[in-house]
């Protein structure tokens, strides 16, 4: 669910949230509007996540605070600290980048992060590596300046 930031309170409530993206648009706004409908149902969608939308022509104030100089923008909050921004109507881009804040499930953050080596085990090499045709310089003749180069299997 999108909440709407009517205020300079409703703002400050907002950073108060874990990760909180607020949506700044107008309503006159060709863009915004194709964009809105992506934005309200990823606030369905999105676990952990905050929505917010505040109009730029309601609360100048918070506008101005924030820097917003062009419609849609889309600020990305954590703990109350801009980490991120993303401006323009593209759909895709947008959901990309939401859900890279979306909350991870437990069984995916207790994962190990790096893969571990089982000791005496030996690196193998990629076949792609292993039939790679040789490179063979090619003799120059008398006055040429560039090799081309030759391949041999």
């Not at 990823?42 to 506008?63: M, Q």
């Not at 499930?105 to 190990?112: F, G, L, M, N, R």
């Amino acid at each position: 669910m999108v909440q709407v930031i009517e205020n300079s309170e409703d703002y400050k409530k907002a950073l108060k949230s874990k990760v909180a993206i607020i949506d700044c648009y107008a309503v006159w706004c060709g863009p915004c509007k194709v964009i809105s409908p992506v934005f309200e149902k990823l606030s369905r969608e999105v676990k952990g996540v905050e929505f917010f939308k505040l109009d730029v022509d309601e609360v100048p104030s918070v506008v101005a605070e924030l820097g917003v100089r062009a419609m849609p923008t889309f600020l990305f909050f954590e703990n109350g600290v801009k980490v991120n921004e993303f401006v323009g109507a593209n759909p895709k881009g947008l959901m990309k980048l939401i859900t890279a804040y979306q909350e991870k499930p437990k069984a995916e953050e207790e994962k190990p992060k790096a893969k571990e080596e089982k000791p005496g085990a030996e690196e193998e090499k990629p076949k792609a590596e292993e039939e790679k045709p040789k490179v063979e310089e090619k003799p120059k003749a008398e006055g040429e300046t560039a090799s081309s180069p030759v391949t041999s299997q």
